[in-house]
């Protein structure tokens, strides 16, 4: 009964696990997807290893939690035995990427694309990229060579994208991000 079709992927429910917030592994959004959830995200995956920051880099206050993570990642190299569990997933599996510039993006969207998730959401939103290279989601014009190079590799694929915007993307620039968007 709640079955439902996302951008043309099939959910047997609407609820989606969120990238980073529990499944930072494959067992873990394997042990969602048992639980019940509709698809699963994969935490961000970036171009090498990088720490984040140090704890503390959650906090609980009155109204929710605040964090910042910082983006660990071991990187897409080292994630092949994670592929081979997650290909065996009973629910789709959408995969999150980043980069520091352009051509991160490019390299982590090829890599992660040839292992077919069920869709590879973009994240140029995340503050947390901005020290080490730019916020793309602030900017319409980096934005908008972020997607379209991404889409390139994703659709080579015949892969779904989706993409992770900035709340504040261009607010100065009205016509630049009606365009984006
Ligand atoms: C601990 C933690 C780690 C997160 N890591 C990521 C991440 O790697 N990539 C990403 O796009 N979002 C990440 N997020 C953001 C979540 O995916 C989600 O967008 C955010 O928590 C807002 O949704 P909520 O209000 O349902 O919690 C993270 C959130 C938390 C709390």
Request: hydrophobic share 40%.
């Amino acid at each position: 009964m709640l079955s439902t079709n996302f951008a043309g992927i099939e959910l047997k429910n609407p609820a989606v696990l969120a990238s980073g917030i529990w499944g930072v592994n494959a067992e873990l959004l394997m042990r969602a997807a048992k639980a019940g959830a509709g698809a699963v995200t994969i935490k961000s995956i970036g171009p090498r290893e990088r720490d984040g920051h140090a704890n503390p880099t959650v906090i609980a206050w009155e109204h929710g939690l605040l964090n910042a993570v910082g983006l660990p990642s071991s990187g897409y190299k080292e994630m092949e035995e994670e592929w081979k569990l997650l290909e065996k997933s009973p629910v789709p599996v959408i995969a999150s990427i980043y980069g520091a510039n352009v051509s991160e993006f490019e390299e982590v969207a090829k890599a992660v694309a040839f292992h077919k998730p069920a869709m590879i959401e973009v994240n140029i939103s995340c503050p947390n990229s901005e020290k080490h290279g730019q916020l793309f989601g602030c900017n319409a014009e980096a934005s908008t060579e972020v997607i379209s190079t991404v889409k390139k590799e994703i659709n080579i694929a015949s892969r779904f994208y989706s993409f992770r915007r900035e709340p504040y993307l261009d607010v100065e620039r009205p016509e630049l991000r009606a365009r984006f968007l």
